[in-house]
């Protein structure tokens, strides 16, 4: 199986995918599915897309997902996660965008955002309940397009190195 694609529908439950490493599009958007994001999404080592947003899981995002050495695109939106954003997520290299809005996140935005990946076009943190400021290593996204920080509890300045990011169109950062 290379691709799983059920958005949309009715599905109820939690789920567990066990060793399928040769899946590589997985999309669970919009369904009913609850529980935690299963630790054993680890295994979906050729994974390039993860899209599960819009479900009512609930529980930690797991950092086990930084182990996904193809993963493009992780969509985790529009849920009920909580706990901190795991830092380990940046890691990967292969990474171009990152949604993480519409959910009860805390913590602050990891420094680990540009290194060593400096691939990311789209970084989504917003609606959620971050504190401190944004990391001035997030210049090093030079072909970032997007950020959306909106409604969090940010403060500080905005870092100078933000100019560094000369392909940013879309920027919000408003109600913080």
Not at 16 to 35: A, E
Request: one cysteine or more; a negative charge; aromatic letters at 6%.
């Amino acid at each position: 199986i290379e691709d799983i694609v059920v958005y949309t529908n009715f599905l109820h439950g939690t789920w567990d995918l066990r060793n399928i490493p040769s899946l590589s599009y997985l999309s669970l958007w919009t369904n009913f599915l609850s529980g935690s994001i299963p630790s054993t999404i680890g295994n979906l080592t050729g994974a390039t897309l993860l899209l599960l947003g819009d479900n009512i899981m609930t529980g930690t995002i797991p950092s086990i997902l930084g182990t996904l050495p193809r993963l493009e695109v992780l969509a985790l939106v529009d849920m009920a996660l909580k706990g901190t954003i795991p830092p380990e997520i940046f890691q990967i290299e292969t990474l171009v965008g990152v949604g993480l809005g519409g959910n009860e996140l805390s913590g602050t935005i990891p420094s680990t955002v540009g290194y060593p990946s400096n691939n990311l076009r789209g970084l989504s943190f917003e609606k959620n309940n971050l504190t401190g400021t944004i990391p001035p290593s997030i210049g090093n996204l030079q072909n970032l397009e997007a950020l959306s920080v909106h409604s969090n509890h940010l403060t500080g300045t905005i870092p100078t190195e933000l100019g560094d990011c000369i392909h940013l169109r879309a920027l919000e950062m408003g109600n913080n």
